[in-house]
């Protein structure tokens, strides 16, 4: 029998991804299985390189291993070129041959890099109608548009389609950048070192993913001097702020579109006249054309065509270089799976000429490294375009151990694979979440199951905030989790901001826990190392220049016994945990009860002794 692990240094080095040119060193074991005591006469790896980019063939290889004794084989192969590759073994001897299942390769270029600020930190989420209203701004008179404002901040947002069946999204309550700048000081506190925002451009809707001109900041949000000075008090308090690009369709109440005549310049609807005309794609003009998903109201654009390549990315004033030049720190690519390969070819090129330690962060759902999107192989993670993605691999799986299987070694074997399949300068920066604008908040999907057991909810979310926040890559907090807010799907889980908690424990949890993560996460990015994991039980540590932090979740109804694992000269000097637990005397481990976790931080005696 072949016997190889892709996660074994024995058996395969360097771990995981590697750079273009890096060799590779592979070991198979053949081991004797049953009757069969005759060793196999040769062995092979197989490889295959596959095309990524419009005319470029697949590759293939094939090594022969070179025998150590008779039951081992050695293979090397240096991948030349970046891509995604796949591998295999097979063993022949006499009448039989035996092969193991495709591994995945992933190969970036050489000179690949990630911000590091996106690998420590926390990462806030604002939606920004609704985050916080400032009377300091008084928005202009808005006649070209059907809205309506809110009397009453944090009342209940209009939900469902009118009459006629149409959702309009057209209510507001008034958040703006003022706002946000006004609630800075609040933001340092809780330890926020990046600033995300929902679209801020002019827009038709509340949720603003319907962009009417990418060149103005929606009035009733704010002006571009409002953002320019939000990104210039956010930097003094060491807070960037990252805005979603929406770039795979507009509005079809636009500048661009002009459906239903709002503007008095000539869109895509007025004819070929239009600049933008060649933007779309009419099947019969003007009212039938491509959308996103079918939705009328958001028409999408061909992002290859030249005109709007250069009035995005190109352009000596790009909308990505102008808004750059504002002092942003980078873009969230809405919809990237949508987005072609040569819109994001272009992104990055112009992001990094522009600011080579901004961000692109792209919304893909699953593993980014191996997506296929529309019948493509997508190349996201090889070099060439996103620094980072969302994790929705990392929420998946802590919701399928805590709400359903609470298999431990299943729960880390899917995120080995991420740490396998990803290069580790985007693996250790991604953008972990529980929540977005696009999900039922944290709190509610906890309780779901619950029969409304408060207590058993809060168990669940503080054990998933537990994993959440120590995990590698950067924890990102959807505005108003930490005041224990709930919420089903949209518009639910946008209502306003709240001026008090409406949970108490689950906010005084966040702020413990956030103390916590920034005082033990900030000074390194550290080293992952997946630990013991089991019905119900997950434990993994990190790993830095003389310290450690060791994390152990007992989501299993019965009492565990944990040892820290202390080497010589090591001591816990500080912890965190939820729910319920006896610590050992000599402070060596602990016995946690059901429902309950622990973050334990670990220094070297020496580098206690000069902290104090």
């Not at 029998?1 to 024995?10: D, G």
């Not at 990505?320 to 070819?345: K, N």
């Not at 040892?563 to 050992?584: K, T």
């Amino acid at each position: 029998m072949l016997c190889y692990n892709s996660r074994n240094l024995q058996d395969k080095k360097p771990f995981g991804a590697v750079a273009a040119q890096t060799a590779i060193a592979f070991h198979v074991q053949w081991r004797q299985e049953g009757q069969q005591n005759v060793p196999p006469q040769r062995c092979l790896l197989y490889l295959r390189r596959e095309s990524c980019r419009q005319g470029e063939a697949e590759e293939y290889w094939t090594v022969e291993g070179q025998p150590d004794g008779w039951q081992n084989f050695h293979f090397s192969f240096t991948p030349q070129k970046e891509g995604l590759y796949f591998y295999r073994f097979a063993a022949e001897g006499g009448a039989f041959r035996e092969e193991t299942q495709e591994y995945q390769q992933t190969v970036y270029k050489a000179e690949f890099q990630t911000p590091d600020w996106l690998k420590s930190g926390l990462m806030y989420q604002i939606f920004p109608d609704r985050f916080c209203r400032s009377h300091k701004y008084i928005p202009p008179e808005i006649t070209n548009k059907k809205w309506r404002m809110h009397a009453v901040w944090g009342e209940l947002p209009d939900c469902g389609p009118d009459e006629n069946g149409i959702v309009w999204n057209n209510d507001f309550f008034g958040g703006n950048l003022q706002g946000i700048i006004e609630q800075l000081p609040y933001l340092e506190e809780i330890g926020v070192t990046v600033l995300y925002m929902n679209p801020i451009f002019e827009a038709f809707s509340n949720h603003r993913y319907d962009t009417a001109n990418y060149r103005n900041i929606d009035p009733l949000l704010g002006t571009e001097e409002e953002l320019r000075t939000l990104c210039q008090k956010a930097g003094e308090r060491g807070i960037r702020v990252v805005l979603d690009g929406v770039f795979n369709h507009t509005g079809s109440h636009s500048i661009y579109f002009n459906k239903d005549g709002a503007y008095d310049s000539l869109g895509a609807c007025q004819g070929e006249e239009s600049p933008y005309y060649r933007w779309y794609h009419f099947h019969q003009f003007p009212n039938q054309y491509d959308s996103w998903w079918g939705i009328d109201t958001l028409p999408a654009v061909n992002e290859e065509d030249a005109s709007y390549l250069d009035y995005i990315v190109r352009g000596r004033d790009s909308i990505i270089r102008h808004w750059l030049s504002c002092g942003i720190s980078g873009y969230r690519l809405d919809v990237a799976d949508e987005l072609p390969d040569v819109f994001l070819d272009e992104v990055r090129r112009c992001i990094k000429e522009e600011d080579s330690d901004a961000c692109i962060i792209g919304e893909v759902w699953e593993d980014a490294s191996n997506k296929i999107a529309y019948g493509k192989r997508r190349r996201y993670l090889q070099g060439e375009q996103l620094d980072s993605v969302m994790n929705y691999p990392l929420k998946d799986e802590i919701l399928a151990f805590l709400l359903h299987h609470r298999d431990g070694g299943r729960f880390m074997d899917r995120i080995c694979r991420l740490c396998e399949n990803y290069p580790p300068q985007v693996f250790y920066a991604l953008m972990n979440l529980l929540g977005t604008h696009d999900t039922v908040r944290i709190y509610t999907l906890m309780l779901v199951g619950s029969d409304n057991n408060r207590y058993l909810g809060r168990q669940r979310l503080f054990l998933a905030l537990l994993v959440w926040a120590f995990m590698p890559g950067i924890p990102s907090l959807y505005y108003g989790d930490e005041m224990g807010m709930e919420g089903a799907r949209d518009p639910m889980n946008r209502k306003c901001f709240p001026e008090r908690p409406e949970d108490d424990e689950v906010a005084l949890f966040y702020r413990r826990l956030l103390r916590f993560h920034k005082k033990t996460m900030r000074k390194e990015i550290m080293e992952f190392c997946p630990g013991d994991c089991g019905y119900g039980f997950i434990s993994f540590s990190r790993e830095g220049r003389g310290k450690k932090m060791f994390v152990f979740l007992n989501a299993s109804d019965q009492p565990r016994n944990v040892a820290f694992p202390l080497q010589e000269g090591q001591r816990a000097v500080d912890f965190i945990n939820c729910g319920s637990m006896q610590l050992y005397a000599d402070f060596s481990g602990c016995t946690l009860q059901g429902l309950s976790g622990i973050a334990v931080e670990i220094e070297s005696a020496v580098n206690f002794e000069q902290q104090k």
